[in-house]
């Protein structure tokens, strides 16, 4: 079994990417998503490029099935079993709304108020249980929601992070009547301090597990029936992965999966290329995802809103995500303003040049009209050609006649405002975070991200663009890339002075020996295994903590404490780094533990996707009338992929491939490095 096969679902296309370890050599194939059930577009797009799945060891998915379920609030039915007295802790949330103005917010929790229990119990922030909770009172509710149609349930109790033990008997007594294995337990899935973080994130995990665990069982029984005998695994928000049994416990943090796997291969693309600082563009039909990473070290967020009042408090791979597609509309305001999305034709019926029923123009329509996509060879395998004309027609009707504008004016119109929303999402990752964008590399992937790496260059003064060899599938290819990696949080809650050092060592052992379990029941090849402890800490009456990075010695799988001295050193390095002085006379306090166990899965060496031979007069493929600042210009057409190492090809000019098209305009200069990537700079003169 030597092939390893990474599949990213998108709202627009599904996208694989497989590499035979054996022979070195990769294959892509794009097709379109299908709903409600993903499932079909995933299989059919291993099919297109793997006749028989005995060969393949590993298959590993990155899905929006849990980010789309939450944002489209097509989760399950569920109930929630809570302490009396914090029933509405969800609908409270933090005191805040979705919009400024106004007496009256309009936030619908994902579990109606006649599904929130309460029963009697209380445990103190102390850990001290001062209440035993009722377990005749757990079993009647669980009954009553059963009798409600609930297909899941969430157990929420006050302070279940300082002491679990009522937690865990209700938790107990509901699993022995549940029919299913969809029970939440918030001590479970996150022991941390702050109740409507807790909450929130245990509740959503609950909305999540029969959707994504159906799914992802479908998947895998599609699978095994094909011959599939290997290993299935799933990625994380983190950028890791997990296999599909805890995906299925644990559906939260599936949520923005596959965004994450596009900055994972990002990031080893880039560094391979000799560039540590990139921002990552991804840019498919219905979303740009934007991310920021420094020094080869992806940016992680220990908490992130997927939608208003949907928070989830679990690692993540900060991604800056707007309306910006491909597929994303172009529509006139009544004050005359021309806005892009956030609305998406998405894949069915697509823009108007698929001529599938959409009306209404999108940025791929203003690509088409201005001859930057070739309408005979579209993308995905969907279509044969594009309507040039239905594109042309729609931008007129209802961008141009508005704006009194022809169709060309109209169509840069659209792609001006495009990428100035698209540059603004680049700048509030950078310079908004005190990044200097000319260090930086932009690194435009998706189906789309490469025909705007000209304009993200001049917008936002980035110093060059790296397109990867298979643009439109990095995020597949990220599939493949990822480790293997798991998280754990435990609230402490101590001053530092006087701090239980054995406790504290308790619970690192505890997560490495979890973590560790975990990677052996993967039985996948690990180069290494790796892990790492950082505290959330801060001065006595602050609420804001800093990350606190420790090294912490792992010798035999056993955890060598660390000293009270050297936990006090690191905090004053991460504060000082913070905010460039120390308190006097602050007290240092420990607030959360969190650990990482990551097994090193092994890379494949990306020169191996380099073109062999050629040049780059074989590669012209002749030439087209393409529309640049208000003019057309004859432009050169080449077959990417047959493009030599070391071709230098000027502006303007397109390089077309089957997953993607690339840019050149005409200050522009692209070459091809020996990995296959295009680095596109300003021609100097």
């Known amino acids: 079994m030597s092939k390893m096969i990474g599949v990213d679902v998108g709202g627009t296309f599904t996208d694989i990417f497989v590499l035979d370890e054996a022979s070195g050599v990769a294959e892509v194939a794009k097709v379109p998503t299908t709903r409600p059930d993903q499932s079909g577009g995933f299989l059919s797009g291993i099919s297109a490029r793997v006749d028989d799945m005995s060969d393949v060891s590993v298959v590993v998915h990155g899905t929006t099935a849990g980010t789309n379920a939450l944002l489209e609030r097509k989760g399950a039915k569920i109930g929630v079993i809570t302490t009396a007295g914090l029933r509405d802790v969800l609908e409270m949330r933090r005191r805040d709304r979705p919009r400024t103005w106004g007496l009256r917010g309009d936030f619908t929790p994902v579990v109606d108020r006649a599904q929130r229990l309460e029963v009697p119990e209380r445990t103190l922030a102390s850990g001290t249980i001062r209440t035993p909770v009722d377990l005749d009172a757990v079993r009647a509710a669980a009954h009553q929601l059963l009798q409600n149609d609930c297909l899941a349930v969430a157990v929420l109790f006050a302070n279940a992070y300082a002491n679990p033990a009522n937690e865990a008997l209700a938790v107990a007594a509901v699993r022995e009547i549940w029919p299913n294995a969809h029970v939440s337990c918030s001590s479970e899935i996150l022991p941390e301090i702050r109740e409507f973080e807790r909450f929130s994130t245990t509740a959503l995990n609950a909305y999540l597990q029969p959707e994504v665990s159906g799914y992802l069982g479908r998947l895998e029984t599609a699978l095994k029936t094909n011959g599939f005998v290997g290993e299935f695994m799933i990625v994380q928000s983190n950028g890791g992965v997990m296999d599909v049994d805890t995906a299925a416990k644990l559906p939260v943090r599936t949520a923005l999966s596959g965004p994450a796997a596009g900055v994972i291969a990002a990031g080893y693309i880039a560094q391979a290329a000799g560039f540590e600082d990139v921002i990552t563009g991804d840019m498919g039909g219905t979303s740009f995802d934007v991310s920021l990473i420094a020094k080869g070290q992806s940016m992680l967020s220990p908490q992130t809103s997927i939608d208003f009042g949907m928070v989830v408090r679990s690692p993540m791979i900060e991604i800056t995500t707007i309306g910006a597609g491909g597929g994303s509309i172009a529509w006139v305001d009544k004050g005359g303003l021309l806005n892009i999305g956030p609305e998406s034709a998405g894949s069915t019926p697509g823009p108007v040049a698929y001529g599938l029923g959409n009306t209404r123009p999108t940025v791929t329509d203003a690509n088409v009209v201005l001859g930057r996509i070739d309408p005979e060879h579209p993308i995905g395998g969907k279509l044969t050609r594009l309507d040039v004309a239905a594109a042309q027609n729609a931008i007129l009707e209802h961008i141009g006649a508005p704006l009194g504008l022809d169709a060309l004016a109209a169509a840069e119109a659209i792609l001006r405002v495009a990428n100035s929303k698209m540059a603004g999402a ?172 990551t097994g090193k899965r092994p890379r494949f060496d990306l020169a191996t996707l380099a073109p062999e031979g050629g040049s780059i007069e074989a590669a012209q493929k002749g030439t087209r009338q393409v529309y640049f600042n208000g003019d057309w210009h004859e432009t050169r057409i080449y077959a990417r992929l047959s493009l030599p190492v070391g071709a230098r090809v000027t502006g303007p000019a397109i390089l077309e491939q089957p997953d993607t098209t690339v840019l050149i305009e005409p200050d522009l200069v692209g070459h091809v490095d020996t990995f296959g990537n295009t680095l596109i700079e300003r021609a100097t003169t």
């Open 426 to 597: 680049l700048r509030l990752v950078s310079i908004e975070r005190g990044f200097d964008p000319k260090r930086f590399a932009f690194m435009p992937f998706g189906g789309g991200g490469a025909l705007h790496a000209g304009a993200m260059m001049a917008d936002v003064g980035l110093a060059r663009a790296i397109v990867p060899r298979y643009p439109g599938v990095t995020s597949a290819m990220g599939c493949v890339i990822a480790d293997m990696r798991q998280d754990f949080v435990q609230t402490v809650n101590a001053m530092l002075d006087g701090i239980d050092i054995a406790a504290l060592a308790t619970h690192m052992q505890r997560h490495v020996d979890d973590g560790m379990a975990t990677l052996k029941a993967s039985n996948t090849v690990f180069e290494a295994r790796e892990t790492s402890f950082t505290l959330d800490m801060a001065y006595l009456g602050q609420t804001h903590t800093v990350s606190v990075p420790l090294e912490v010695k792992v010798e035999n799988g056993v955890v060598v404490p660390p000293e009270q001295s050297q936990i006090a050193e690191a905090f004053d390095a991460a504060y000082v780094a913070t905010y460039g002085r120390l308190l006097q006379s602050g007290v240092r306090r420990v607030i959360n533990l969190r650990s990482a166990v």
